[in-house]
């Protein structure tokens, strides 16, 4: 199993896996590391990706884009008219007040919701992961912009898991970035020491987004963010557009705007012109040929005339990076303590914003990590730190919440019952404990506080509804507790809600009495929680003595007075979808994707019998003329070419069994064709191969007959069985060749170059063993051992030597007496 990270871009979306103990982007279907962020329904089939993208011009009206500005959004937001009026696919408002569109599949008119597109695209973009990586991924880490609010979020899980995609964690894309700054550096101060900050700028093409943040080893803490959601490259490229329609109507006198197709195709070269600008300052050439109406155009522009009319552009991305610095300033960081300001994303190439920012933040910019793939790879880099799959370097991420969350209850109003629980800029793992006191089952609501600051100003997240709350034994109001807290996804969430159910007190015991609050919080973090759960010191003898002594001395335990009830809370979130509702999309996704599997089988059928068709008509009248008769070659180019004429018909609506079919049909006329010719290529070879063997088994024969030391060691009868061998398998083959020799190549040959090869190989089988027979060891004669005389008696010894004899002892030679 393996895990992704995925960067879903507005126009490309990137795929990255841990991969061979570092981070890899994955290609798509076109060798592309970009995917265009496109899906395109056509009558028989959905299409995505980069053959969407090429649909566009032609397939305006069913193929969409821009689904990631669109998700969780209301449809009468004025962003998101805005955003639908860039593209050419109908819309209209669905149910639940978000987007739908209107596309034609399979004949018929259907609608279908932002976030199925969404879920479409997530299934195509798994297949790509699958095929570079040759294993299943079921999950991943997504990488989503830091002002996404809570709807936002909910859609894009929902489109997850009617995808069947399983989300590790919605990642902030700011985060991620840092994330893939940080991990890798080895110089990175203790805790102990002052952290390093840098900000991280991602001005990518529909959105600015920056960061501030501290990093030290092992964790990274986001300081603040600031972002423009309105503003990126295509802002740009807009500007451009404006630009020369303007000049277009009055040169060409044409309307441009008019024409969705014509847009499109001036918003290509827009972009492009954008990218030369950043290259060349002075005036560049601007050509369309045909653009519409058969008309050519042509203009100049350049760098200076460009940055003049963005203006107000580059105005609001100096108002974002002022933003981050008073909001540093507020919590009294200065500038100058920051490292580095780290930049990626596509529109940061553009000339005048790297002088803004330079000029902002008083530091050159730095591009050490990569421009478009920086948030993929953070992302892949948090999804092998929370797969068990995976041994990577631990590294913690906090991040902040960009909105104030209000909780509002029943009976309050504007300045009454009312807590604000997050603060705008705050943590967004922390936990908050709140106490009401009721009786009865009640409803709170959590929302935005500053709805101005949320897209589409839609403050409302959700409605609780917490069941189950009984009144006490004595009929009063009883206290219940609720935790609320941000989840990983940064998605607001009751996490538990539970009534201390107040019991009866004995004859004689007190009730202790506190005073009720609306709501209490409490915030608990995951220090705090490991600092209450630590061992605590061990204590001297004379601390337990007095330890076991003021035991001693402390009345009883009291008895229990409240027990723990666990209640239900039912949530209500807008324009969430019920569980009925997701399994049956999860249930159409299923069958969409049965529906292309199968259009798509049955292109590669007709494509394979298009191909072959073409490739016999060539063959027959080439390679293959000599192993075909003249008639049957005359008959087979017949039903080629009716079988062509089949399929330039209409013949669009048949079925991937036709295909196969005819193919069969035709390959059952050529296939003898072509294993003449195969036979014809591999028989040469095989009667060499067959002579070689018999020459070495026949020089063998006439070495041990001619008596050559080296096979005298072998049996005549041995020597014998292989002559015999070589001269049936020559007389063998010497008759087949004969018979071949009169046959037309056209004809059934009349031996194949298998049955060559197993002659001999059993030639090989039989002969083999013979030659290479070993000679016999030989052993080395033995040598003799003397016998040993028994040693002579001193009476047998004569009389001593006499002294002289006996000085020089040494040196004299042994004698023998008898």
Same mark, same amino acid.
């Given at each position: 199993?393996?895990?992704?990270?995925?960067?879903?871009?507005?126009?490309?979306?990137?795929?990255?896996?841990?991969?061979?103990?570092?981070?890899?982007?994955?290609?798509?279907?076109?060798?592309?590391?970009?995917?265009?962020?496109?899906?395109?329904?056509?009558?028989?089939?959905?299409?995505?990706?980069?053959?969407?993208?090429?649909?566009?011009?032609?397939?305006?009206?069913?193929?969409?884009?821009?689904?990631?500005?669109?998700?969780?959004?209301?449809?009468?937001?004025?962003?998101?008219?805005?955003?639908?009026?860039?593209?050419?696919?109908?819309?209209?408002?669905?149910?639940?007040?978000?987007?739908?569109?209107?596309?034609?599949?399979?004949?018929?008119?259907?609608?279908?919701?932002?976030?199925?597109?969404?879920?479409?695209?997530?299934?195509?973009?798994?297949?790509?992961?699958?095929?570079?990586?040759?294993?299943?991924?079921?999950?991943?880490?997504?990488?989503?912009?830091?002002?996404?609010?809570?709807?936002?979020?909910?859609?894009?899980?929902?489109?997850?898991?009617?995808?069947?995609?399983?989300?590790?964690?919605?990642?902030?894309?700011?985060?991620?970035?840092?994330?893939?700054?940080?991990?890798?550096?080895?110089?990175?101060?203790?805790?102990?020491?002052?952290?390093?900050?840098?900000?991280?700028?991602?001005?990518?093409?529909?959105?600015?987004?920056?960061?501030?943040?501290?990093?030290?080893?092992?964790?990274?803490?986001?300081?603040?963010?600031?972002?423009?959601?309105?503003?990126?490259?295509?802002?740009?490229?807009?500007?451009?557009?404006?630009?020369?329609?303007?000049?277009?109507?009055?040169?060409?006198?044409?309307?441009?705007?008019?024409?969705?197709?014509?847009?499109?195709?001036?918003?290509?070269?827009?972009?492009?012109?954008?990218?030369?600008?950043?290259?060349?300052?002075?005036?560049?050439?601007? #050509? +369309?040929?045909?653009?519409?109406?058969? @008309? &050519?155009? *042509?203009?100049? /522009?350049?760098? !200076? %005339?460009?940055?003049?009319?963005?203006?107000?552009?580059?105005?609001?991305?100096?108002?974002?990076?002022?933003?981050?610095?008073?909001?540093?300033?507020?919590?009294?960081?200065?500038?100058?303590?920051?490292?580095?300001?780290?930049?990626?994303?596509?529109?940061?190439?553009?000339?005048?914003?790297? #002088? +803004?920012?330079?000029?902002?933040?008083? @530091? &050159?910019? *730095?591009?050490? /990590?990569?421009? !478009? %793939?920086?948030?993929?790879?953070?992302?892949?880099?948090?999804?092998?730190?929370?797969?068990?799959?995976?041994?990577?370097?631990?590294?913690?991420?906090?991040?902040?919440?960009?909105?104030?969350?209000?909780?509002?209850?029943?009976?309050?109003?504007?300045?009454?019952?009312?807590?604000?629980?997050?603060?705008?800029?705050?943590?967004?793992?922390?936990?908050?404990?709140?106490?009401?006191?009721?009786?009865?089952?009640?409803?709170?609501?959590?929302?935005?506080?500053?709805?101005?600051?949320?897209?589409?100003?839609?403050?409302?997240?959700?409605?609780?509804?917490?069941?189950?709350?009984?009144?006490?034994?004595?009929?009063?109001?009883?206290?219940?507790?609720?935790?609320?807290?941000?989840?990983?996804?940064?998605?607001?969430?009751?996490?538990?809600?539970?009534?201390?159910?107040?019991?009866?007190?004995?004859?004689?015991?007190?009730?202790?009495?506190?005073?009720?609050?609306?709501?209490?919080?409490?915030?608990?973090?995951?220090?705090?929680?490991?600092?209450?759960?630590?061992?605590?010191?061990?204590?001297?003898?004379?601390?337990?003595?007095?330890?076991?002594?003021?035991?001693?001395?402390?009345?009883?335990?009291?008895?229990?007075?409240?027990?723990?009830?666990?209640?239900?809370?039912?949530?209500?979130?807008?324009?969430?979808?019920?569980?009925?509702?997701?399994?049956?999309?999860?249930?159409?996704?299923?069958?969409?994707?049965?529906?292309?599997?199968?259009?798509?089988?049955?292109?590669?059928?007709?494509?394979?019998?298009?191909?072959?068709?073409?490739?016999?008509?060539?063959?027959?009248?080439?390679?293959?003329?000599?192993?075909?008769?003249?008639?049957?070659?005359?008959?087979?180019?017949?039903?080629?070419?009716?079988?062509?004429?089949?399929?330039?018909?209409?013949?669009?609506?048949?079925?991937?069994?036709?295909?196969?079919?005819?193919?069969?049909?035709?390959?059952?006329?050529?296939?003898?064709?072509?294993?003449?010719?195969?036979?014809?290529?591999?028989?040469?070879?095989?009667?060499?191969?067959?002579?070689?063997?018999?020459?070495?088994?026949?020089?063998?024969?006439?070495?041990?007959?001619?008596?050559?030391?080296?096979?005298?060691?072998?049996?005549?009868?041995?020597?014998?069985?292989?002559?015999?061998?070589?001269?049936?398998?020559?007389?063998?083959?010497?008759?087949?060749?004969?018979?071949?020799?009169?046959?037309?190549?056209?004809?059934?040959?009349?031996?194949?170059?298998?049955?060559?090869?197993?002659?001999?190989?059993?030639?090989?089988?039989?002969?083999?063993?013979?030659?290479?027979?070993?000679?016999?060891?030989?052993?080395?004669?033995?040598?003799?051992?003397?016998?040993?005389?028994?040693?002579?008696?001193?009476?047998?010894?004569?009389?001593?030597?006499?002294?002289?004899?006996?000085?020089?002892?040494?040196?004299?030679?042994?004698?023998?007496?008898?």
């Amino acid at each position: 199993m393996a895990v992704i990270g995925l960067d879903l871009g507005y126009q490309t979306s990137l795929i990255a896996a841990p991969r061979g103990g570092g981070i890899d982007t994955l290609l798509n279907d076109y060798t592309q590391r970009q995917t265009a962020s496109v899906v395109s329904f056509t009558e028989k089939q959905r299409i995505l990706g980069e053959s969407a993208r090429m649909k566009l011009s032609a397939n305006v009206k069913n193929t969409i884009g821009g689904f990631k500005r669109l998700i969780g959004r209301q449809y009468k937001d004025a962003d998101v008219q805005e955003e639908l009026s860039h593209w050419g696919y109908r819309h209209q408002e669905l149910p639940d007040g978000t987007v739908g569109v209107v596309v034609s599949h399979l004949r018929q008119e259907k609608v279908i919701s932002v976030v199925q597109v969404m879920a479409m695209f997530l299934v195509k973009l798994r297949e790509f992961a699958e095929l570079n990586l040759k294993t299943k991924v079921p999950s991943g880490v997504i990488g989503v912009p830091v002002w996404f609010n809570d709807a936002q979020r909910h859609a894009l899980l929902d489109a997850c898991q009617i995808a069947g995609f399983g989300c590790l964690k919605l990642f902030n894309e700011t985060s991620a970035v840092a994330l893939a700054y940080g991990i890798y550096k080895q110089d990175l101060p203790a805790e102990s020491e002052p952290p390093r900050r840098v900000i991280f700028v991602d001005f990518g093409h529909s959105q600015l987004q920056m960061s501030a943040c501290e990093l030290v080893k092992g964790k990274l803490t986001v300081l603040g963010t600031a972002y423009n959601a309105n503003l990126g490259g295509r802002s740009f490229d807009l500007v451009l557009v404006d630009h020369f329609c303007k000049l277009f109507q009055e040169k060409y006198k044409l309307n441009v705007k008019a024409n969705p197709r014509a847009v499109i195709r001036l918003e290509q070269e827009c972009e492009k012109l954008k990218k030369q600008m950043s290259s060349y300052s002075q005036s560049l050439p601007f #050509n +369309i040929e045909c653009l519409m109406e058969e @008309k &050519d155009v *042509s203009a100049k /522009l350049s760098r !200076d %005339e460009f940055e003049q009319m963005s203006a107000p552009l580059l105005v609001a991305v100096e108002q974002v990076a002022q933003s981050l610095v008073a909001l540093l300033a507020e919590n009294n960081i200065n500038l100058s303590e920051f490292y580095a300001v780290e930049v990626v994303g596509g529109a940061s190439r553009i000339p005048a914003v790297k #002088n +803004i920012l330079t000029k902002t933040f008083g @530091k &050159d910019l *730095s591009t050490t /990590l990569n421009l !478009d %793939e920086a948030v993929a790879r953070g992302c892949a880099l948090k999804g092998a730190i929370i797969s068990p799959t995976f041994r990577v370097r631990d590294f913690a991420v906090l991040e902040k919440t960009p909105y104030a969350v209000t909780l509002r209850w029943a009976g309050g109003d504007e300045s009454g019952d009312t807590l604000d629980v997050y603060s705008s800029n705050s943590a967004s793992h922390l936990t908050k404990q709140l106490s009401f006191q009721r009786n009865e089952a009640f409803e709170f609501s959590a929302s935005y506080k500053d709805a101005a600051a949320v897209p589409g100003q839609h403050a409302l997240i959700g409605n609780y509804k917490v069941e189950g709350v009984t009144p006490s034994y004595d009929g009063e109001k009883q206290k219940v507790k609720i935790k609320v807290k941000l989840d990983d996804n940064g998605c607001f969430v009751v996490d538990s809600a539970v009534l201390m159910d107040k019991l009866p007190l004995a004859e004689g015991e007190v009730a202790e009495v506190k005073a009720d609050a609306k709501a209490e919080p409490m915030e608990t973090d995951a220090a705090t929680e490991a600092a209450a759960s630590s061992e605590e010191p061990a204590a001297t003898p004379a601390a337990a003595d007095a330890k076991d002594k003021a035991k001693d001395e402390q009345p009883k335990k009291k008895a229990k007075t409240h027990k723990s009830v666990d209640l239900t809370v039912v949530s209500t979130r807008p324009s969430s979808l019920a569980s009925g509702t997701l399994q049956k999309l999860v249930e159409e996704e299923l069958e969409m994707q049965s529906q292309d599997r199968m259009e798509i089988e049955k292109s590669i059928a007709r494509n394979a019998l298009e191909e072959y068709i073409y490739d016999m008509r060539d063959k027959i009248g080439s390679i293959y003329e000599e192993f075909i008769k003249p008639e049957e070659k005359e008959t087979f180019s017949s039903k080629l070419d009716t079988t062509l004429d089949w399929l330039s018909g209409d013949t669009e609506e048949e079925t991937k069994t036709v295909y196969v079919e005819k193919l069969n049909e035709l390959k059952g006329t050529s296939k003898p064709v072509e294993a003449r010719h195969s036979e014809a290529a591999l028989r040469p070879e095989a009667e060499q191969s067959l002579r070689n063997s018999l020459a070495k088994a026949r020089r063998f024969v006439d070495l041990a007959s001619a008596g050559d030391e080296a096979y005298a060691h072998i049996d005549p009868k041995n020597v014998q069985k292989v002559a015999d061998e070589v001269q049936a398998r020559e007389k063998w083959l010497d008759e087949k060749v004969q018979e071949q020799l009169k046959k037309a190549k056209y004809d059934p040959p009349v031996v194949l170059a298998a049955a060559i090869v197993q002659q001999r190989d059993e030639l090989d089988r039989i002969a083999q063993p013979i030659i290479s027979t070993p000679k016999p060891k030989v052993e080395p004669p033995k040598e003799e051992k003397k016998e040993e005389k028994p040693a002579e008696t001193k009476e047998e010894a004569g009389p001593p030597p006499p002294p002289e004899a006996a000085a020089g002892e040494k040196d004299a030679a042994p004698m023998e007496h008898d």
